[in-house]
């Protein structure tokens, strides 16, 4: 959850409507015009204000003659976007006497319907009507040739099209159990009849009307009203001519009459912010990790080694794109050794210092590095190199941007509808309506969507304490119980068990996370057994207590030694990974070596021993990007890690080096070592020697794999090197080697070590028959197997 949450910055307001284009519009084309308007240059006509009315002509073409005319209510509603069947008043329609045509194309001269043996210009109905009523039996293959000044163009007329979204597509989405969700909304480039163009489909039940305007209309959007198929409150039109690249919005007409221009919902791709159009998109994207997909579920992930490299993707090596991260991320990460990446949030966000947890474009992979087939890319090079890719996914909340969902048609629609529900108090966001079954549908579908189409390994929870609890940040009076009194969010539950359940039914491989900071019991309990489903848990209170121990000075750390043992009272209620995120080392909270007290080897050693500790203890690792090397200062969004901390050219490198060959060691130890993973979450796995030597600073616990191959783990946080060390140990055990320790002279410690296998002695020890005598190190974390 991040702790930078701000509202985006406000967008601008569209410019005044230019002057009236004298040539047709690019859509219409085939060649673009050299410059297209942007969207901030739409036309007053998109906001729904009539034009002037223009003469009717006085004598009509040969062979044609007037259509019926339009009652004034009728052309009311489809001029100002208020009509919900446009299809039923324009394109071709037989009648008594003929065939009537009749088009919308504003600032066109002339519309000419053509067709074999057919050319017959239609007549001018003013307000860009164009209507004539020919003598045919029925409806020819016809197209459209437009007059523009100096130009005349030839279409197909968008509105002799059948509905190209389907009746089970629309059951579905009536239901709210569409599970491919972004299949049948948003905007889908196709083949249609026969045609090429891109359908547009768009949930507004609340709308009165919605338009479609783009960059291939010059931004005005009368000419493309879409059609209300039904009570799914689902909008579609096919515009032919229309493919990748194209921008668009919506104009919808709110039930008040008003109009406002929105993105898209489901947008599979955007323009690169402050810019917020959506934009046309098809993958072409041919992967190459089919062994990686095949075998990436072939062991449970609490049963398997696990340990993740937190990244923020934008400032990682800052002005990257994603095809230039995929040739520097996964190598340097497989250096290190860890098993996984997260990224925090990728989905589209237009303030760059949320970090990406205020998100408009929630099917959008953020365009400030590239296209949706760019990221993947970077996931096909990151399993290659045999990582897993973790998204932070962000379903509890969004941003009020006036834009994007926030009142989307005009009503509350993705949010609550009782302000006391839709308004989180933190950070100046919405929260969905989780009860309503479109919107759970919409959440559910978008976990779906980032592990089918992106091949996502897992997906990171962010703020679910805040959907779990209906009085989560409010006082009493700020907050309504739920219908049982109580202050629980079952709508929330819901949607979770949902999400969970269907992920891991669809997406084989695939492991769920909360950053869940409360006591809720049942987060890692499967969903049918009232759980909620997830893989794995953030272990915050462990965090918290762990840091408020090394923290303190050595002296005084005697009276904290409980916060170093409590986690493993509870260690076994969930599955837990152990984080040092973002949130730990930003906004005076200090980096983690920072937070290590003394002079500047002390601190060093203190963070290898703290990292030792954790990476032995039972559960999940987690660190963040720049804790791998000891930089000192907190991590900042505009400039990320301080690489140059590792230049030669800096006295002080080798310093930071030796962190991170600490780290590359820890990892690599860690997954050739199933004692310190296979048993993460039952007891078995775990038998403290000695955790109550609070004089000493001293932590020491065996570690069990399956087999019941053991793992020694001591930890030293005291300054001062301890000898004839006493230790507990099984007897059966005939020597112990020392396989890593933080206090060697390549990771910068003292060098104190053990050079040969120590054999234990019948001298006991912390309970046992059996104990090894051994030297302390200094602030040092130390491992031993048999």
């Known amino acids: 959850m991040s702790a930078a949450r701000q509202p985006s910055p406000p967008v601008r307001e569209e410019a005044a409507r230019p002057a009236e284009p004298t040539t047709a519009p690019q859509a219409d084309r085939q060649v673009a015009p050299q410059a297209a308007p942007r969207a901030d240059s739409k036309p007053e006509a998109a906001a729904g204000k009539p034009r002037a009315p223009r003469a009717r002509r006085t004598a009509p073409p040969h062979g044609v003659r007037p259509a019926p005319p339009l009652d004034a209510h009728e052309r009311a509603r489809l001029l100002e976007g208020r009509h919900h069947d446009p299809h039923a008043v324009l394109g071709a329609h037989p009648q008594q006497g003929g065939v009537c045509f009749r088009v919308l194309r504003p600032y066109a001269k002339a519309v000419t319907v053509a067709a074999e043996g057919l050319r017959a210009e239609l007549l001018d109905d003013g307000d860009g009507l164009f209507s004539g009523l020919l003598p045919l039996t029925e ?90 198929l039904g009570s799914t409150g689902v909008w579609e039109l096919f515009l032919p001519g229309v493919g990748e690249g194209a921008l668009y919005k ?74 230039q991260l995929a040739e520097q991320l996964p190598a340097y990460v497989q250096e290190l050794g860890f098993t996984h990446v997260e990224l925090m949030p990728v989905a589209e966000h237009p303030f760059g210092g949320s970090w990406g947890y205020q998100v408009t474009g929630f099917y959008a992979p953020t365009s400030r590095m590239g296209g949706p087939d760019d990221f993947r890319f970077l996931v096909d090079a990151l399993h290659r190199a045999g990582i897993g890719v973790i998204v932070d996914w962000v379903p509890a909340h969004f941003p009020r941007d ?34 309503r079954k479109e919107v759970r549908n919409f959440l559910v ?39 049982h009194g109580g202050r629980e969010n079952w709508d929330a539950v819901a949607l979770l068990q949902e999400m969970n359940a269907t992920v891991y039914r669809r997406c084989p491989g695939v492991v769920t996370i909360a950053e869940e900071s409360t006591a809720w019991d049942g987060v890692t309990r499967p969903t049918d057994a009232g759980g909620l489903g997830f893989g794995l848990k953030w272990n915050m209170g462990w965090m918290h207590d762990t840091l408020r121990y090394v923290s303190k000075e050595p002296v005084h750390r005697k009276y904290h030694h409980h916060d170093m043992t409590f986690g493993m009272v509870y260690a076994y209620s969930e599955n837990y990974v152990l984080p040092i995120s973002h949130d730990e ?23 290898r021993a703290y990292l030792g500790f954790m990476w032995a203890h ?40 030796g962190v991170s060959t600490l780290v590359r060691d820890l990892n690599r130890t860690y997954t050739r070592t199933p004692a310190l ?15 109550g030597a609070a ?27 301890r000898h004839a060390y006493r230790v507990g140990v099984p007897e059966e055990v005939a020597q112990w080697r020392e396989v890593l320790n933080t206090d060697l002279e390549a990771y910068g410690g003292s060098g104190i070590h053990h050079a040969r296998p120590l054999r234990p002695e019948p001298v006991p020890a912390q309970g046992r028959a059996t104990s090894l005598r051994m030297t302390l190190p200094p602030l040092a974390t130390v491992w031993f197997t048999p």
Not at 414 to 422: L, N, V
């Open 139 to 228: 409806v020819p293959d016809y197209r459209l040739l437009v007059a523009y000044d100096g130009d005349e163009i030839e279409v197909h007329d968008p509105y002799r099209f059948l509905p190209a979204l389907g009746e089970l597509d629309l059951h579905l989405i009536g239901e709210g159990r569409h599970e491919e969700l972004w299949k049948a909304l948003g905007s889908e480039p196709m083949e249609h009849q026969g045609v090429a163009g891109t359908r547009f489909t768009v949930w507004a039940p609340n709308a009165q009307g919605v338009r479609i305007a783009g960059d291939f209309s010059y931004w005005d959007s009368v000419a493309h009203p879409m059609r209300s």
């Open 695 to 721: 004089e000493d600073n001293v932590f020491s616990f065996l570690r069990y794999a399956q087999d019941g191959s053991p793992l020694l783990c001591v930890s030293n946080f005291s300054p001062v090197v």
């Open 402 to 435: 006036d834009w994007a969902l926030a009142e989307f048609d005009g009503r509350p629609l993705y949010e609550h509808p009782d302000p006391r529900r839709a308004a989180h108090p933190d950070w100046g966001t919405l929260e969905f309506d989780y009860g």
């Open 677 to 691: 993973w296979e048993q993460d979450t039952v007891p078995e796995g775990f038998a403290w020697v000695d955790g």
């Open 618 to 657: 039972p559960g999940k690792q987690l660190l963040f990007m720049g804790q791998e090397f000891a930089q000192g200062a907190e991590w900042s969004e505009a400039h990320g890690p301080d690489w140059w901390l590792l230049d030669s050219s800096y006295s002080a490198a080798g310093d930071h080096r």
């Open 585 to 607: 080392v930003v906004h005076g909270k200090q980096s983690l070596v920072s937070k290590m007290p003394g002079d500047w080897w002390q601190q060093r050693a203190s963070h």
């Open 250 to 323: 919506y104009d919808v007409t709110r039930p008040d009459g008003s109009h406002t221009l929105r993105a898209d919902p489901m947008a599979r791709h955007t323009e690169v912010p402050p810019a917020t159009a959506s934009v046309v998109v098809s993958s072409h994207y041919a992967w190459q990790d089919a062994e990686w997909m095949a075998t990436r579920g072939s062991r449970p992930v609490h049963q398997a080694p696990f340990s993740v490299y937190e990244v923020h993707l934008a400032s990682w090596r800052p002005g990257l794109d994603y095809r």
């Open 445 to 483: 579908a978008n976990a779906v969507y980032w592990c089918q189409e992106f091949h996502i390994d897992g997906l990171r929870v962010d703020a679910v304490a805040s959907m779990l609890y209906l009085d989560y940040s409010r006082e009493d009076g700020q907050w309504a119980p739920n219908e």
